[in-house]
């Protein structure tokens, strides 16, 4: 969701600095909650239609400091945009201005859908999540926003329900088409760990991954215009195969149901392009199961080589890549250390991950931003990762990371 105003981002969004600042722009002192961003290893456009992802946490936070008013007003304030915004509860009722605020505002509307009751609050906002990069700063700022509220009213949530909450705040409020996921890791990851989940069940797995390799997250810096209408209709386009396979096999309620052979049975019955939709998901899902087996059983060249056959099937078979993502797949994959290249999100741009050796990491992005830069004149932004805690472990270890 575009805003209209223009995010800035400066060292005074450190916890400490944020503390104060909101002490001296509201006159109390507040509590502090983060959320982190986020990056999904593998298991791409599957949770939409009840699929298998593997994400994880990454060290990218939005902080929102809260203290009570003693009025019903709802007062947020982004250190980002260096912006207020005063809203009535009323004011909820009449829903997105297309602005950065509609986020917070949407996780107050959607615990008022809950029937969970709070009073007024002042809150701060700050985050370093790279904004519309495909590392979710909005599920980062709707979680760390719904842990400060809760605390306020002095209730307690498991993980399904915050993860559910904020999500039909993304979806019912601020009006984007966003799976589970996002909300579910970025509330719920533990450090060190990556988290397969079934988003029909949302029951989840915490997966090691190996300490001798790092996540390195690389921006493209491009973002196509057509991103928006394409996943408009790649959801389409699934939902019809979707449609076809329920109808014409028992058995099938979601296309995670379906198998190669149910969704061959059907090819003349739908479009080629719902056709070849279905075909990566079906397959996606099952390298998230193999890519689960792959970590457990320590084998990260099977991993990466997973993360190899699921970027040809979204370049290939959903249609979601672009010159500029495969070109950075194809640099990564020439170097040594690096044993997994894909791209992330939801496709026309935006960020691949990689599996690199430790060692390497460094030397690996200096050799990728610079192939980038001669391949397309683009600097890439490069992220050496690790799994990092979500909001639900901060909170337990008192909002620092
Ligand atoms: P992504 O989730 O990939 O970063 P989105 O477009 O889904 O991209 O969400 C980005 C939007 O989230 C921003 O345009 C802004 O409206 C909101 N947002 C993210 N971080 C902040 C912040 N620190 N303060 C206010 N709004 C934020
Ligand atoms: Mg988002």
Not at 114 to 142: R, Y
């Amino acid at each position: 969701m575009q805003s209209r105003s223009t995010a800035v981002w400066s060292m005074d969004g450190m916890d400490d600095v944020l503390l104060a600042k909101h002490q001296e722009r509201y006159g109390a002192t507040g509590k502090l909650f983060r959320a982190p961003g986020r990056v999904n290893l593998i298991g791409e456009h599957t949770d939409y239609t009840g699929g298998f992802v593997m994400p994880m946490a990454i060290g990218f936070h939005t902080s929102a400091v809260v203290s009570p008013r003693h009025d019903h007003r709802m007062v947020f304030y982004s250190q980002n945009y260096r912006e207020e915004v005063s809203l009535e509860p009323n004011d909820l009722m009449k829903g997105r201005r297309d602005h950065w605020s509609d986020y917070p505002a949407g996780v107050a509307w959607s615990l008022g859908q809950e029937e969970i009751e709070f009073g007024g609050f002042n809150m701060t906002l700050s985050g370093n999540v790279p904004l519309g990069a495909g590392l979710s700063s909005s599920a980062s700022v709707e979680v760390a926003t719904v842990m400060a509220i809760l605390n306020l009213a002095g209730k307690g949530l498991p993980l399904e329900k915050i993860a559910t909450l904020c999500r039909r705040a993304e979806n019912g409020y601020v009006g984007a088409k966003s799976g589970i996921m996002d909300q579910f890791v970025v509330a719920g990851a533990v450090a060190h760990r990556a988290m397969m989940l079934d988003c029909r069940s949302l029951e989840f797995d915490l997966l090691p991954l190996p300490e001798n390799v790092r996540v390195v997250i690389v921006n493209s810096m491009v973002k196509h215009a057509v991103a928006t209408g394409e996943y408009g209709s790649r959801r389409d386009e699934v939902e019809a195969g979707q449609e076809v396979l329920r109808h014409e096999r028992t058995g099938i309620d979601l296309l995670r149901d379906a198998t190669l052979a149910d969704l061959e049975s059907c090819r003349e019955k739908m479009s080629p392009a719902s056709f070849h939709r279905c075909r990566h998901i079906i397959t996606e899902n099952s390298r998230v199961q193999k890519a689960r087996e792959a970590l457990l059983a320590g084998d990260v060249k099977g991993f990466g080589d997973l993360m190899v056959a699921a970027h040809a099937s979204l370049r290939d078979d959903f249609a979601a890549s672009c010159s500029e993502i495969d070109s950075l797949v194809e640099i990564a994959l020439r170097h040594p250390a690096c044993v997994g290249a894909r791209i992330t999100g939801g496709g026309f741009g935006g960020c691949t991950v990689n599996i690199v050796q430790v060692s390497a990491a460094d030397n690996f992005v200096a050799m990728v931003r610079n192939e980038y830069r001669q391949a397309t004149g683009i600097d890439a932004e490069c992220f050496i990762c690790e799994p990092a805690d979500g909001a639900l472990e901060l909170a337990t270890k008192g909002g620092k990371a």
